[in-house]
């Protein structure tokens, strides 16, 4: 049997826009990204993603960084089953900085992740993000590719309103779909999706660039 060695990879991207579950987090604007990852021989994982980003009230220029680790182990029925974390931090917009840990199953093209997450995205709010994501080859060269997630909000908003009464308001839950194509070509890998987001916005303080239909096209160069 072949050793397993442990090995470094990573991509780098240009995408006509930076989508995170539903939301544009550049401003709707074209964005570059880079990804790198090293896999260990038993399992485990870890690695980093950089992204341009413009976010807050003023929609400045800046970064996000996350960092993520985590260990996987496949089944001899090919199910394979992830434990994970990963932390998410905005050098220029610090308050938005959060972290997440996760669990995942998935089984041939088809997988599922549940994210839980103690303080998402500086609204200092507990929730749970489900991402089910599936891909359909069609070829060598050409695949299809879906995604839906559902955003709960696992605890209540707290407001405060003249003179000082603070109140809690539960925020609704939020649907994000993704439809797209892809084509390996050349080393690299185009995509071209349409991105849904569903539900209510007034409560999005952290950011007002957040678009409910986006048609993003992505380029991808592993290495």
């Given at each position: 049997?072949?050793?397993?060695?442990?090995?470094i990879?990573?991509?780098?991207?240009v995408t006509s826009?930076?989508?995170?579950?539903?939301?544009?987090?550049?401003?709707?604007?074209?964005a570059l990204?880079?990804?790198?990852?090293f896999d260990g021989k038993d399992?485990w994982?870890?690695?980093?993603?950089a992204s341009q980003?413009?976010?807050?009230?003023q929609?400045?220029?800046g970064?996000?960084?996350?960092?993520?680790?985590?260990?996987?182990r496949q089944?001899?029925?090919?199910?394979?089953?992830?434990?994970g974390?990963?932390?998410?931090?905005f050098?220029k917009?610090?308050?938005?900085?959060?972290?997440?840990v996760f669990a995942?199953?998935s089984?041939?093209?088809?997988?599922g992740?549940?994210?839980?997450?103690p303080?998402?995205l500086?609204y200092g709010?507990?929730?749970a993000y489900?991402d089910?994501?599936a891909s359909y080859?069609?070829?060598?060269e050409?695949?299809?590719?879906?995604h839906?997630?559902?955003?709960?909000?696992?605890?209540?908003?707290?407001?405060?309103s003249?003179?000082y009464?603070k109140?809690?308001?539960?925020l609704p839950?939020?649907y994000?779909?993704?439809?797209g194509v892809?084509?390996?070509?050349?080393?690299c890998?185009?995509?071209l999706a349409?991105?849904?987001?569903?539900?209510?916005?007034?409560?999005d303080s952290?950011?007002?660039?957040?678009?409910?239909n986006?048609?993003?096209f992505k380029?991808?160069?592993a290495?």
């Open positions: 049997m072949a050793e397993v060695r442990a090995q990879s990573g991509s780098v991207a826009d930076y989508v995170y579950r539903g939301v544009s987090l550049n401003n709707e604007k074209p990204q880079l990804n790198l990852t399992g994982y870890l690695g980093g993603f980003v413009a976010l807050g009230k929609n400045r220029s970064e996000q960084l996350i960092g993520y680790a985590g260990y996987a089944l001899p029925s090919g199910l394979i089953w992830e434990l974390a990963t932390q998410s931090v050098p917009e610090a308050s938005l900085n959060y972290k997440e995942t199953v089984f041939k093209n088809i997988s992740r549940l994210y839980y997450s303080d998402y500086g709010l507990r929730t489900l089910i994501s080859p069609m070829s060598s050409l695949y299809f590719f879906s839906i997630g559902l955003l709960k909000y696992l605890s209540e908003q707290a407001s405060v003249y003179p009464e109140t809690y308001v539960s839950d939020k994000d779909t993704r439809l892809g084509w390996n070509y050349l080393n890998e185009f995509q349409w991105h849904h987001l569903s539900g209510d916005h007034s409560t952290q950011y007002k660039n957040n678009s409910r986006s048609l993003v380029v991808v160069r290495f």
